[in-house]
């Protein structure tokens, strides 16, 4: 059985730094694509980015490109996202996902396997 559990989030000011973790347990074959994807309050669940098994060519929604880094470790199964210059409008529970194929990263209807997401609030 897949999980996926992130941890990392909280309260921090604008202009801040927070690092995500996502801890994935199950069969390795599931995580060949990891992503995050965060839903602010009142919207729809957007993509954030993501990254294949070898880490090369990550993927990054316009809106955080420059300011967030999305990483792997593939020997514990963990994928992080580094995010720097914080905004208010990056506000938002953000969730982990995995799964093995994945035809176009940005869609969540492709994933499997869903964590039960982290808060990010980020104050003025």
């Known amino acids: 059985q897949v999980q996926l559990v992130e941890s990392g989030g909280g309260l921090v000011q604008a202009g801040g730094s927070l690092r995500l973790s996502c801890a994935g347990s199950g069969s390795i074959s599931s995580f060949y694509w990891m992503a995050w994807f965060r839903q602010a309050s009142g919207k729809e669940r957007e993509f954030v980015a993501a990254a294949r098994w070898s880490g090369d060519a990550p993927q990054y929604a316009y809106f955080v490109k420059g300011r967030f880094t999305i990483s792997r470790d593939n020997a514990k199964n963990t994928m992080y996202l580094q995010m720097n210059s914080l905004i208010p409008e990056d506000t938002a529970v953000y969730y982990c996902?995995?799964?093995?194929?994945?035809?176009?990263?940005?869609?969540?209807?492709?994933?499997?396997?869903w964590g039960q997401g982290t808060q990010v609030t980020v104050s003025l």
């Open positions: 996902t995995a799964g093995p194929t994945v035809l176009d990263v940005t869609q969540r209807g492709y994933y499997d396997y």
